[in-house]
């Protein structure tokens, strides 16, 4: 009797195998506001629970910071936005059509999510100049690759995000030579560049002098709106001059929602991070 | 002129390359000439035997840049790379075999002497086809681009990377190695595939011949030059030295490093698979010590020598280490390969760029 029913579970007429199922909606749909969608995510590395029943939904043209103590699934949680890390359970959708646990990290940046990096990543043998250029929006495939030339919109952005990230001098310089700052930009500006609807920014002012941060949070603020913006930062002083709206993350769930003022009173806030 | 532009755009800031160029194109008209028009007993004659050897060298210098292609641009170090030489090689060497037809020793038009001697019938169904010789060239790239675009595609799908990689392709030789070394593969066991007489209706002995596979040789690796230095000038040159650097931020920029890695993988091993062909006609023999893991391993150390990521610096590299061998080999055939070995050590710790290395510093200090 079990056989059956399982053999009837397996050949349900009302669903089609999920192999069969279509991939990818190319279409981003935030019609109903969300544009990430994070619900009962779990992940364990050897037993350790990094994101634990983990519920999360970031709006559309919303810049939302989110902090927590080492270990609380900051990192890991962006893992399994961008598609480095498949979660034991739960679901990631990005708007209302994509099913980001079924996409490869080239088909999810592609589809509109940008990351940086908690260090900054960029590529220390190319210019500046070509960093952006690898990073611009665009036909990615090998076979267009060998005769790709930007078009003039392109060559336009790059421009204008060179302009905002303050590295037109620079622009020939190899990314090496660059101060541990002017990566972080650089590495922002990599991110402008992709055209991405939803930007993952890890820890954007480490190594930054009071007046970069200050440049920072202008770049990160003027961006919301048009883009979304998730910002994992440690400093608070930042954190508070940029977030209107702010999640704590614990033990791999988030513990407190709201603005910095709620969060900072929240009484479990401040047991476990802000009071110590 | 479109074409010149074309080219002066490629070698443009190489001035290795210029000059690799620029001295194979002497070279390919000298050497005719030395060797064909100046009689026998002049100071100048080249003896053909030494025609020959600079061919080898060529061929060996077409699948050093393959290496470098691969190895300097997107970081992944090849132990394997003499495997798709071989079987270039023996590809054009079973074109050769079947050009003997009945002039073996066994005299059978049909089937090539060693499988008279295993006293097979037919001749096996991977055998046929290689007595055309548009279908034998074109297998010369086929065989090693479709192995290399299987194994590729398996190992980078599973990221594989870094050293598992080297000893997975390092692997994949010897394996080659070890079944071909078995007469029943039906490639002629361990004596291989020798004893050729012609080559396109030419006779393989001739000098004039001689001089042809020379110039072939010079022309494939300017070609297989010049291609390289196209894909490093494009796009796709910045986006494979991208991975070799930073693979995870590729991928996170939308680049599906996996294909990337098949593809400059492949044509290397076509390139790598071309050089073999080109070589087997000149020393008139391949059997499977081609396949020897310590070949593929000789063949980064040229590559290490001459300098990574240069495409001049492995040429260079693997024609002077293998004019070394050459002097060595003669001189004190024992003591090569600790010669070899002392100078792999030495490069690694004086020269990390290799003779390359050492160009760019007088030019810079020149500059200055």
Request: net charge negative; glycine share 10%; charged share 15%.
């Amino acid at each position: 009797m079990s056989m059956l029913d399982s053999i009837r579970q397996t050949m349900r007429r009302d669903e089609v195998f999920p192999f069969m199922a279509p991939k990818v909606s190319e279409l981003l749909d935030v019609s109903h506001g969300p544009i990430l969608y994070l619900e009962d995510l779990n992940v364990s590395f050897d037993g350790f629970k990094a994101i634990n029943d983990l519920n999360l939904y970031i709006d559309a043209g919303e810049l939302r910071c989110i902090i927590g103590p080492n270990g609380a699934g900051k990192t890991t949680m962006m893992d399994i936005i961008t598609g480095k890390t498949q979660p034991d359970s739960g679901q990631a959708w990005f708007g209302q059509t994509i099913d980001l646990l079924r996409m490869t990290e080239p088909e999810i940046a592609t589809a509109g999510i940008g990351r940086k990096f908690q260090k900054p990543t960029v590529f220390e043998y190319h210019s500046v100049y070509e960093n952006l250029e690898l990073a611009m929006h665009g036909d990615k495939g090998v076979w267009h690759s060998l005769i790709a030339h930007m078009n003039g919109e392109q060559r336009a952005l790059l421009d204008e995000t060179l302009e905002t990230i303050g590295l037109k001098e620079q622009a020939q310089q190899t990314a090496g030579a660059l101060s541990h700052g002017q990566k972080q930009w650089l590495e922002i500006g990599m991110l402008l560049v992709q055209n991405p609807h939803l930007l993952l920014v890890d820890e954007p002012v480490a190594g930054m002098t009071h007046q970069e941060m200050d440049r920072t949070g202008e770049l990160l603020t003027s961006l919301a709106g048009k883009h979304s913006v998730v910002v994992v930062e440690h400093d608070m002083d930042f954190v508070r001059s940029i977030a209107n709206k702010v999640t704590v993350l614990h033990q791999g769930s988030v513990l407190a929602e709201g603005t910095m003022d709620e969060v900072q009173n929240n009484q479990r806030v401040i047991e476990v991070y802000l009071g110590e | 002129m479109i074409l010149f532009r074309f080219f002066s755009n490629l070698l443009k800031d190489d001035r290795g390359g210029q000059a690799v160029l620029l001295i194979l194109f002497l070279m390919t008209i000298l050497v005719p000439v030395l060797n064909l028009w100046v009689p026998a007993d002049h100071p100048l004659h080249m003896p053909t035997y030494l025609v020959t050897l600079m061919g080898k060298y060529l061929t060996y210098a077409l699948l050093a840049v393959s290496v470098d292609l691969v190895w300097g641009y997107l970081g992944i170090l090849s132990l394997g790379h003499g495997a798709f030489f071989a079987l270039g090689g023996y590809a054009m060497g079973m074109y050769l075999m079947r050009q003997i037809g009945d002039r073996g020793v066994y005299g059978n038009p049909d089937l090539p002497d060693f499988m008279v001697f295993l006293n097979w019938k037919e001749l096996p169904w991977f055998w046929q086809g290689f007595d055309m010789s548009w279908f034998a060239f074109m297998m010369v790239a086929l065989a090693p681009g479709l192995l290399a675009f299987v194994f590729g595609w398996l190992a980078f799908r599973s990221r594989v990377t870094g050293v598992y990689l080297s000893i997975i392709t390092q692997a994949l030789t010897y394996a080659l190695m070890l079944a071909f070394f078995r007469n029943e593969m039906g490639f002629g066991g361990n004596n291989g595939l020798t004893d050729f007489k012609e080559i396109l209706g030419f006779n393989l002995q001739a000098d004039s011949t001689r001089i042809g596979l020379f110039i072939a040789s010079a022309i494939a690796l300017a070609v297989g030059y010049l291609a390289c230095r196209y894909i490093v000038l494009s796009k796709l040159g910045r986006i494979v030295v991208a991975i070799r650097d930073e693979e995870s931020r590729a991928r996170f920029l939308g680049y599906k490093v996996e294909r990337y890695k098949v593809w400059i993988f492949t044509f290397s091993a076509i390139l790598a698979g071309i050089a073999g062909a080109l070589y087997v006609p000149q020393v008139g023999i391949i059997n499977p010590g081609e396949f020897s893991p310590l070949n593929s391993i000789e063949l980064v150390i040229w590559v290490a020598i001459g300098g990574r990521a240069t495409l001049y610096g492995a040429v260079v590299g693997a024609i002077l280490v293998n004019y070394a061998k050459t002097v060595f080999t003669g001189a004190m055939p024992d003591s090569w390969l600790f010669a070899l070995g002392a100078l792999f050590v030495l490069v690694t710790l004086y020269l990390p760029q290799g003779l390359a290395g050492i160009m760019r510093h007088f030019r810079k200090a020149e500059a200055s």
